[in-house]
């Protein structure tokens, strides 16, 4: 992903992603249950690199297991510099996907941040490593207490969205938005545009316009704005 | 809803006015699911300007919608000062009901607070607003993309909760509870005393007193408490 | 509970604790729903005293019901120093199940902390005794809007896992933690030798080390952690 | 609603109507959670008459506010001949709407069917009176128990479906599939076309067609089935 | 349990048991979750006699487990003729508490039945011991797949609901409902003239009367009534 | 898979199976929310077939990815003969995953059953191809509506349980139940004596005989069971 098409979407807040995807059709790109592990982390952007977990079977998920060829392990010695690991962990809240071990290996990669419908373990730890993390809380278990982990880059689903090798991810204090990456162009004509628009109705509120009218725009507001943007 | 009831019930723990209604028979006048969006927002008390949410339908909620008769933005118009927006989302948590813009709007009008079972989007402009707010959590996408707005100052269901208009709110760290407008002098008359009586059960603790007799007061107890007010 | 138990295992996390016992073959001890009530408590240990609830029924669960010889009031004075109240409160998050008055005197008692898959009520009162708490929220309705207390050091069920009395609890960020009191002496002698090993393997990860043959370690890895476990 | 459009869905399935309402761009018209009372019903169509319930508050929802003039009483005298009573009980399992004693004055009122996210009580009673029904299953205690009743012909919830009055209503063995008002001419111009086409496939099942090129139809299958249609 | 208490009941639906408790405040009297487990079962009326399970512990919830003293096998011995086994199972419906065995020795013993909020396993099995049982599904695994036995007689949670040793359980097709053992005499007193209201509603409504001014009764209803309970 | 394992299988209940692998340390074999689509159907035993599903995409999932060549067409055009198709539709149960006529193409090609934690659609004209399903109900919306499917023959979860290809299900009225391919050789070994001898407990408990020291076996019954077994 280049670099100028981070730095546009570095600029857009997910709230007007959403919205942008919506008027083309798109009303589940959202990936529910997963926030920002720390306040202040800055905006996310980046290619999703996908990792998949089923339950635990306890025949398969030990900790025999994480020197399996198709390991956690080798998931992350295969993830390109600045991709974000999206994690389908099905939601499992008591069983933590990665500790402080292997996001030190992820921010040493370069990988640019990890997201997933599931949980950390080791708080503490993984908070020292300074990867960017979203994911749905901590719990103390290891991975293989509730899930086994069976392949990476491969389509899954991450918080009811589903997600596919280099859709793109954004995630901010709103959560984490996919865009298809089939539609990136699209998004990226319209999304500034989008945020000029929102960020000009707020100076209209505070001056004390009422809302219809103003938002959405009437024919009246929509003239004002233009004369706005022209001036600029 | 005059000062002196707000100045009365700011000093009254929605723990306490809980305990006050149990005693009156009302064991279910708590929101469940809204907390304070961020730490430390003063206790918040007015009377309820409802607002009713239904599921979305895709010919129905659209952006287009926004601009109807029936639509947030002449909701928020027809706020008064001083009220506090309660809103029935269902308890949907994919769909913020409102962004920085909506929220300024209210604070502009006066409005006291929000309290809604749903989120809110754009955290970061919605909190720039200062409009105090209860709600259970942020999500990016916008209302329409999982709710229908269909009218205001109708009963509702808030957080498992009943609350008709101009019901009474009080919200604070332990979140937001109703006093049906029928009972609130009653509450107003033994509230206050509750909470000296527990101020004072604190130092009694404090002074290393054990609780059977204490709290609930036996009548040697309640004999110390009644000295303790005679010489206030 | 000795303090050299106490001591060796306030320096062992409980991510490190859930390996050990999955290792044994135990994956259900960590307490689901219950987090620290405010960030930086620092790691609680101690031997489990059970409280047990069921759900409220109206002619049971009353203000009245306090002063009753089976009430909560008469379980906290049962307390020992320093042991952990473990309250079974059915995973309830619209009633608290304790306030500041209750958690004052258990402080005064040194009672060393209490963790509950249930919610606290008046939090501002709770954090001000200082009562090192792990629980799922707060609510403002007293226990009895939905809960009826029914005894103490029994077995009981705290967030999906099963306590026996006696049994130890260790609590930090990441959650609570149960070693089975049969299987204490097994933890204590294997759980240090984890928390070095798995230091030295982020040494490792920091002078770059791959993940496979490191993380879990394969002979070579092996024979370099012996090394530095001799040169120490 | 005339005997002509109720006879033509009569012979449409609500899957079909699904997928037809799907093409037209609306994904959320199934109500989720209400099932055939018992087997056999046959397809009920209709429209739909709203009823609508919030939680129940003590001092509201009691058998005596069973005689107010905004009560199930009232509100199915009002209920004309050949409606479907669509009841929002918020999927609350614990309370049952409606008794044999409401059930039968809708029977005997030539109300068509009812259909609610919420469930019956007194099941061999209500069973006794022949109305047709979809609900979520059975509970003993009345409405009271649980909600508070508080209006009829207003736009509500379904089974996370929002339902306006005079929307139309088809139930059968599938559940119940709300079809827009505004929407029904063009269901009813491409809903039988699509069912004799889908029972054409199956005789191509049934002669070992396989699926791809058959279902759905590529451009060799459409002259076969264009070839039936004129034979027909 | 004397059999003309047993009469009585059996003469009442839990319908109008949950109605007759509602007037004296016990709103929380219908144990969720549970349904016959197959139509057709008779009313079921008895004193409880109650089982409590906690979640499995790998060390303690084993098949060697059965044998323990404290087990399942040595509550069945302990049960009386006549009595209701009600079996807290937390919910939990993934691991069968009882299944052919267990029911056969409860069945040869002359337990009334059996209630409980989990499920059963060996339907076809059980189902051929012909013990009345009302429960919330069925599943493969035996209860140590995910249950461990505690205790019997005690106070236990089941379906949402506290029930003592010896409170009374009425059961039919919808559901099981508890008469706290110290209302007894006056749900006696009360419930069968209800039931003979509500029939004299029926043959009304039958005869075309509309439901405001009978349902519930006016004061000229109620002068038609005690002329028709005369007339008797 | 050989007619002898077949056979051997379709004599051993899903109960006994759970308990044969409880005993090997598998405690999660059970597939969750999926049961017999209709009462009677005889126990199902095969291979596995898996089919996935992720959330839908309204850019992905529309009726024209039925012609995908990554379509669930494609996938039942793969399925041998005598295997058992189980589809991960991740327990979503308002989208139907197969109607009518792809259950009748599934018939057509031999393929023994499908098992999901999805839904069905159709329901009448599912019954109607004698396909044996287990599943979790029916709705009537096209998997389209909620999911969209991303491919066969992988690992997969199913109902909480992870499920690869050619592990052996066997489904009866206790629901699925999964046997790792691994462990095949020593579950028939095992099942068919732990079948014969519950079957002569059963026999005991009929003549009267009390549990303790019959099921578990003592000593003294178990002499007693193994002169039972010569004497055969």
Do not use: H
């Not at 290891?142 to 880059?153: K, P």
């Amino acid at each position: 992903m280049d670099s100028k098409t981070v730095g546009i979407l570095k600029g857009v807040s997910t709230a007007t992603l959403t919205t942008v995807l919506l008027k083309k059709g798109l009303r589940n790109v959202w990936l529910r249950g997963t926030k920002p592990i720390r306040p202040g982390q800055e905006r996310l952007v980046g290619p999703a690199f996908t990792l998949r977990f089923t339950p635990a079977r306890e025949d398969l998920a030990t900790p025999a297991s994480w020197a399996s060829p198709i390991s956690t392990r080798a998931a992350i010695e295969a993830m390109p510099e600045g991709c974000i690991a999206v994690a389908d962990a099905m939601g499992v809240l008591d069983a933590g996907i990665f500790g402080d071990i292997l996001c030190a290996r992820m921010a040493k990669r370069g990988v640019a941040g990890l997201v997933t419908d599931g949980v950390m373990r080791d708080a503490a730890g993984v908070l020292g490593t300074g990867l960017p993390i979203w994911c749905d809380g901590i719990a103390a278990p290891a991975s293989v207490a509730g899930l086994t982990f069976v392949g990476w880059q491969e389509p899954i689903a991450c918080g009811g969205v589903a997600v596919f090798p280099d859709d793109i991810i954004v995630a901010d204090d709103d959560g984490a938005v996919l865009i298809p990456a089939a539609l990136l162009d699209a998004v990226l004509a319209e999304a500034p545009e989008q945020e000029v628009q929102e960020a000009w109705i707020m100076t209209e509120v505070d001056r004390g316009v009422p809302l219809p009218g103003l938002y959405p725009m009437n024919d009246e507001t929509k003239a004002r704005y233009a004369a706005f943007r022209e001036g600029q």
